[in-house]
């Protein structure tokens, strides 16, 4: 049975059994409706204990087929053959998605960058709030899943950010392993404001994705599928994917910025291995047909994982996107995350009690249970 047009205060707790669509309210007042909310869309699919895995699409509203992709697996999901939980929610800035932006129209606020939010904030921080603060922390592992938008094309890959924590790498690096992208891209980058550290924070599991080229949404479907099946919320059936390519995106010099206004024409594709030096594009300025086009250059040797594509461009806009190889270190530490099952990945397990559909109770903390130690006998009289 599947119960529709559910609505969820920001405080309501979520089913843990059972099928159920809806949406989340936001509060927002407007002229046109004193006591209105932003109805964010919310599906719910629980079947006997086992872990949460929330699937966050949408967060750029201009990243359509994520969106649909989501969509696809919520309606594929049968709560009767689930160990454990899907939240699916797949217009994460509703406003931004409704209108096919990148940011919200709303507040002009990016939901990535949002991140702890603040529920006394603009809509996009009341969102944010509600994801890391009501959605993470009840859940054992994150997919924020991305797909091509109006402004960049990515190399198809799972992401992640790292992190100083040994523990917190491999957990990251196994779930990008089992989602099977074509390759992963590892950033050296700022987190506290995205995804990523809201899931740290709320003690959650986190990887991202970028996935285009020719079939995004099939390649984002499967990709989900496995890892619901690596955390054991589904049994079998879903085919295993190659040995991906494990990229590392660490300088400054990666990305490359537009210092001229025109039209961009990207002369490296995706996948392209370039030099420092090598011309990866050309800006021209149509309203001068007989100027030459300003060159783009790389700063660095690496792979395009990420270009604009043609369009306009303005100063300050990326244009192309760099990554290079992983060194010995990551690359022994992606043949570790490759043997993490997942009762060793999980940083803890939320039993979901399978006796209705009532609100979820308290979180149950902790790693996995250690092998207990024999107590060294006392000294005796």
Same mark, same amino acid.
């Given at each position: 049975?599947?119960?529709?047009?559910?609505l969820?205060?920001?405080?309501?707790?979520?089913?843990?059994?059972?099928?159920?669509?809806?949406?989340?309210?936001?509060?927002?007042?407007?002229?046109?409706?004193?006591?209105?909310?932003?109805?964010?869309?919310?599906?719910?699919?629980?079947? =006997?204990? !086992?872990?949460?895995?929330?699937?966050? &699409?949408?967060?750029?509203?201009? +990243? #359509?087929?994520?969106?649909?992709?989501? *969509?696809?697996?919520?309606?594929?999901?049968?709560?009767?053959?689930?160990?454990?939980?899907?939240?699916?929610?797949?217009?994460?800035?509703?406003?931004?998605?409704?209108?096919?932006?990148?940011?919200?129209?709303?507040?002009?606020?990016?939901?990535?960058?949002?991140?702890?939010?603040?529920?006394?904030?603009?809509?996009?921080?009341?969102?944010?709030?509600?994801?890391?603060?009501?959605?993470?922390?009840?859940?054992?592992?994150?997919?924020?899943?991305?797909?091509?938008?109006?402004?960049?094309?990515?190399?198809?890959?799972?992401?992640?950010?790292?992190n100083?924590?040994?523990?917190?790498?491999?957990?990251?690096?196994?779930?990008?392993?089992?989602?099977?992208?074509?390759?992963?891209?590892?950033?050296?980058?700022?987190?506290?404001?995205? =995804?990523? !550290?809201?899931?740290?924070?709320?003690? &959650?599991?986190r990887?991202?994705? +970028? #996935?285009?080229?020719?079939?995004p949404? *099939?390649?984002?479907?499967?990709?989900i599928?496995?890892?619901?099946?690596?955390?054991?919320?589904?049994?079998?059936?879903?085919?295993?994917?190659?040995?991906?390519v494990?990229?590392?995106?660490?300088?400054?010099?990666?990305?490359?910025?537009?210092?001229?206004?025109?039209?961009?024409?990207?002369?490296?594709?995706?996948?392209?291995?370039?030099?420092?030096?090598?011309?990866?594009?050309?800006?021209?300025?149509?309203?001068?047909?007989?100027?030459?086009?300003?060159?783009?250059?790389?700063?660095?040797?690496?792979?395009?994982?990420?270009?604009?594509?043609?369009?306009?461009?303005?100063?300050?806009?990326?244009?192309?996107?760099?990554?290079?190889?992983?060194?010995?270190?990551?690359?022994?530490?992606?043949?570790?995350?490759?043997?993490?099952?997942?009762?060793?990945?999980?940083?803890?397990?939320r039993?979901?009690m399978?006796?209705?559909?009532?609100?979820?109770?308290?979180?149950?903390?902790?790693?996995?249970?250690?092998?207990?130690?024999?107590?060294?006998?006392?000294?005796?009289?």
């Open positions: 049975m599947t119960t529709t047009d559910c969820f205060g920001l405080s309501d707790g979520l089913p843990q059994t059972g099928r159920f669509s809806g949406y989340a309210k936001i509060p927002y007042a407007s002229d046109k409706s004193a006591y209105g909310f932003i109805p964010l869309p919310l599906a719910v699919v629980g079947g =006997s204990a !086992g872990p949460t895995v929330l699937l966050i &699409a949408g967060s750029f509203g201009d +990243e #359509i087929e994520s969106q649909i992709a989501v *969509a696809c697996v919520a309606r594929q999901l049968d709560p009767a053959s689930l160990n454990g939980r899907v939240i699916i929610l797949p217009m994460a800035n509703q406003p931004a998605a409704q209108a096919g932006t990148r940011n919200s129209p709303i507040d002009g606020r990016n939901l990535n960058r949002s991140y702890p939010g603040d529920v006394s904030g603009t809509p996009t921080n009341v969102i944010a709030d509600y994801i890391e603060r009501h959605l993470m922390s009840v859940s054992d592992v994150v997919l924020d899943l991305h797909s091509d938008g109006a402004s960049l094309r990515y190399l198809p890959c799972a992401t992640l950010i790292h100083a924590d040994p523990d917190v790498r491999a957990q990251r690096l196994a779930a990008a392993l089992a989602f099977g992208a074509p390759s992963i891209l590892v950033f050296h980058s700022f987190e506290e404001r995205n =995804s990523s !550290g809201a899931a740290k924070r709320a003690g &959650a599991i990887i991202a994705t +970028e #996935i285009g080229g020719p079939a949404i *099939a390649t984002t479907v499967a990709g599928m496995r890892v619901l099946q690596w955390a054991g919320v589904v049994r079998g059936g879903v085919a295993a994917a190659p040995q991906p494990v990229r590392v995106a660490r300088q400054d010099k990666d990305f490359i910025y537009a210092l001229n206004d025109g039209f961009f024409e990207p002369t490296a594709l995706l996948g392209d291995e370039v030099d420092a030096e090598d011309v990866v594009g050309l800006i021209h300025d149509p309203s001068r047909p007989l100027s030459d086009p300003v060159i783009v250059k790389a700063a660095c040797e690496g792979t395009v994982v990420c270009t604009r594509g043609a369009s306009l461009a303005s100063r300050g806009d990326c244009l192309v996107h760099l990554a290079g190889p992983a060194d010995a270190a990551l690359a022994a530490e992606v043949a570790m995350a490759q043997e993490m099952s997942w009762s060793r990945a999980m940083p803890r397990q039993q979901i399978a006796n209705g559909p009532a609100s979820a109770g308290k979180r149950t903390r902790g790693r996995v249970a250690k092998r207990p130690v024999a107590k060294k006998p006392k000294k005796g009289r």
